[in-house]
């Protein structure tokens, strides 16, 4: 019997390559004043696309949620969120 060769492998990385980020909407909820379900649109938007799809790093996904939150007035000037922080809530 001829053996198949593996052509394909999927990785399944929800909460593996951004640990934390599953309902991390209701911790943020109080800190950011908005809607949970805005706060997801917001870290699971055209981004995280865009990371998941290997055309932007960790650290422009995060500098790009820094941003957002720069115009929102809720993340100071320089300091950027980072997956190990959130990670933590």
Same mark, same amino acid.
């Given at each position: 019997?001829?053996? /198949?060769? !593996? ?7 929800? %909460?593996?390559? &951004? ?5 991390v909407?209701?911790?943020? $909820?109080?800190?950011?004043?908005m809607?949970p379900?805005? !706060?997801?649109?917001?870290l699971?938007? %055209? ?8 055309k !932007?790093? $960790?650290? %422009?996904?995060? /500098?790009e949620?820094?941003?957002? &939150? ?8 320089g300091?950027?969120p980072? +997956?190990? +922080?959130?990670?933590?809530?």
């Open positions: 019997m001829k053996k /198949q060769k !593996i052509t394909t492998i999927i990785f399944d990385l929800s %909460e593996v390559y &951004l640990k934390g980020l599953i309902g909407e209701h911790y943020l $909820e109080p800190v950011l004043k809607e379900k805005e !706060i997801y649109s917001k699971i938007g %055209e981004n995280f696309g865009k990371l998941m799809h290997g !932007i790093t $960790e650290d %422009e996904y995060w /500098q949620i820094n941003d957002i &939150l720069r115009t929102l007035k809720v993340c100071p000037s300091k950027s980072s +997956a190990s +922080a959130v990670s933590m809530m």
